[in-house]
C-alpha cells in the first residue's frame, strides 16, 4: 500500500490505518476475540501500518487485543492510542481527566497492556477543559523526553488548543471525525493542519458504515450499538440521508467500485497527509477498504461530488447532546 507521512514530524504510515475500536465497543456485542485478533492480522498483511485504539475502548480490553494481535509485527506498524478519561475502581467512566499526573499513569498502564515499550502516538481523546492544553502537551512532552511515547497527538479539538498545544510540544496528528456527510473540518482545521504540518487522521470516514450503502431506513442496531442514540441514524434521517449514498453509489458503478471505496478515495483524495482509519470485523470489508487506497478519482470525479454533495444537506446531528459538549470548538 502507498505510504503517506502524518504532517512533517509524524511516522511514516500506510495511507489507510484501521479502527480497532468496533471489535470491543460501540457496536453491539465484542467481536469474538481470535476473530478479532485474525481481521487486524489480515490488515498487516495487506499492507496496513496504522492501528488505532484507546484505553476507553472496552474499556481497556482493546488495547490488550491490539496488542497480542500486533505481538509479531512489533516495529513493522504503528499502534496510536488516547488518555484523556478517568475511571473508578469497577472501570467504569467518570468524566475527562487530562491532569498530568493521570495522563502519566494512563501511559504506564497502556504499555503495559499494549505489550510495547514505547507508545508509537498518544492522543488526547478530548480536550478537558479543566486542564491548560500547554500542561497537557507539557506533560506528554516529559514521557517523550522518557523514552515512553514517540509522538504526540490530539483527538476533536478546536484550532486555538491545536495551536496552544503545538507551540509547547509538536503536534504530529489531529484525530477527529471527517468524511463527506460531516465536513467541518474544511473550513478552519484542514487549513491549520497545513499551515502547522500536522497530520490528519479522520475516524468514522464511512459515516460509521452509513456510507457504505449497506443501512437504510430499516436497519436494526444491536443492543450497544452507539448509532442507535445518534440522531443522524434515526430512521428519519436515515431516508433523508440516503441521497448522499445514491451520489456515491453513481460513481461507484462507472469506476467499478463501491460507495464506500468512493467515499474514502474522496478523502484521500483532499490532502496528502489524510489518513482515514476505517474500522471492520470482516476480512472481505477489510479487503473493500483496502481497496479504496487504488482507486484514483479525476478531477472531474472529485468536481462532481463536490458539486453533487453541495445541493445536499445532511439531516440529524452526528453525536447526542452529552458527547457533543466534549467537543472542543
Known amino acids: 500500500m502507498q505510504q503517506r507521512r502524518l504532517g512533517t514530524s509524524g511516522p511514516e504510515v500506510s495511507a489507510l490505518g484501521f479502527g480497532c475500536m468496533g471489535l470491543s465497543s460501540g457496536l453491539g456485542p465484542a467481536a469474538d476475540r481470535q476473530d478479532a485478533i485474525a481481521v487486524i492480522r489480515a490488515a498487516v498483511e495487506r499492507g496496513v501500518t496504522l492501528f488505532d485504539t484507546a484505553e476507553v475502548y472496552g474499556p481497556f480490553v482493546n488495547e490488550e487485543l491490539v496488542g497480542e494481535a500486533l505481538a509479531p509485527f512489533r516495529g513493522q506498524v504503528v499502534i496510536a492510542t488516547k488518555f484523556g478519561f478517568g475511571f473508578d475502581d469497577q472501570g467504569r467512566q467518570t ?57 504526540f497527538g490530539l483527538s476533536e479539538a478546536g484550532v486555538q488548543t491545536i495551536r496552544r498545544a503545538h507551540a509547547v510540544q509538536p503536534v504530529a496528528a489531529l484525530q477527529s471525525e471527517y468524511s463527506l456527510w460531516w465536513r467541518e473540518p474544511e473550513a478552519e482545521i484542514l487549513p491549520t493542519l497545513d499551515e502547522l504540518g500536522i497530520g490528519f487522521v479522520p475516524f468514522s470516514p464511512l459515516g460509521r ?6 443501512i437504510d431506513r430499516n436497519t436494526a442496531f444491536a443492543d450497544g450499538d452507539i448509532r442507535a442514540g ?28 463501491t460507495a464506500g471505496q468512493v467515499a474514502l478515495a474522496w478523502l484521500l483524495a483532499q490532502q496528502p497527509w489524510i489518513v482515514p482509519i476505517p474500522g471492520t470485523r470482516r476480512v472481505e470489508r477489510l479487503e473493500e477498504n483496502v481497496g ?38
Do not use: C, W
Open 230 to 257: 445518534i440522531p443522524r441514524f434515526s430512521p428519519e434521517a436515515r431516508q433523508a440521508n440516503q441521497t448522499l449514498v445514491d451520489l456515491l453509489g453513481r460513481i461507484a458503478a462507472r469506476k467499478s467500485a
Open 209 to 214: 458504515g452509513f456510507l457504505t450503502g449497506t
Open 292 to 329: 479504496a487506497a487504488d482507486l484514483e478519482l479525476t478531477a472531474g470525479d472529485l468536481a462532481e461530488i463536490d458539486e453533487a454533495a453541495a445541493t445536499i444537506e445532511v439531516q440529524g446531528a452526528r453525536y447526542p447532546e452529552h458527547m457533543q459538549r466534549m467537543i472542543d470548538r
Open 95 to 151: 468524566g475527562l481527566d487530562s491532569r498530568p499526573e493521570h495522563t502519566a499513569q494512563v501511559a504506564d498502564a497502556s504499555l503495559k497492556r499494549l505489550g510495547v515499550e514505547e507508545i508509537d502516538l498518544f492522543y488526547q481523546h478530548r480536550v478537558d477543559p479543566q486542564v491548560p492544553i500547554e500542561d497537557v502537551a507539557g506533560a506528554v512532552g516529559e514521557l517523550i523526553r522518557a523514552g515512553k511515547v514517540k509522538y
